[in-house]
């Protein structure tokens, strides 16, 4: 299920560190997303409660899911990376999980692995070195 957030996503710029020389000192490339999810239409009521409980810790006390990106020299190519990081972040959030389904060992399989292990025991046996009481 593909949610679309991007049109309430809220961009905010800074200055970012690393490469670039003097271009650092004076673009502000740095990109920081920010998208409301009690305010966001594109979600149901349920799937905002699985948001803030799986995504917790990158949701802000305001409650907006927050993600920045440094990592180009362009504003352009951070924004695009803040935009696919958090579309992947709420794609992933909101998949459900496979539930395990048990399966019973077939007797012949446990009788294997009691065989496997018996005969790794008389191995194991037969490479101790001899003590005074055992002959």
Do not use: C
């Not at 809220?10 to 999810?37: C, D, L, P, Y």
């Not at 802000?60 to 951070?78: D, P």
């Not at 399966?103 to 070195?129: C, G, T």
């Amino acid at each position: 299920m593909k949610i679309d957030i991007t049109p309430e996503i809220i961009f905010q710029t800074a200055r970012s560190g690393g490469k670039g020389g003097q271009n650092v000192n004076k673009v502000e490339t740095m990109v920081e997303g920010r998208w409301h999810i009690d305010a966001s239409q594109l979600v149901t009521e349920e799937q905002k409660r699985i948001l803030k409980e799986k995504l917790q810790n990158k949701i802000t006390t305001e409650g907006y899911l927050l993600v920045k990106s440094q990592a180009e020299r362009s504003q352009l190519g951070n924004k695009q990376i803040v935009i696919k990081k958090m579309l992947h972040l709420v794609e992933q959030a909101l998949l459900k999980k496979k539930s395990r389904i048990a399966v019973k060992v077939p007797k012949a399989v446990k009788e294997a692995i009691l065989k496997n292990k018996k005969q790794n025991a008389v191995v194991k046996e037969q490479r101790r070195k001899l003590r005074p009481g055992d002959y």
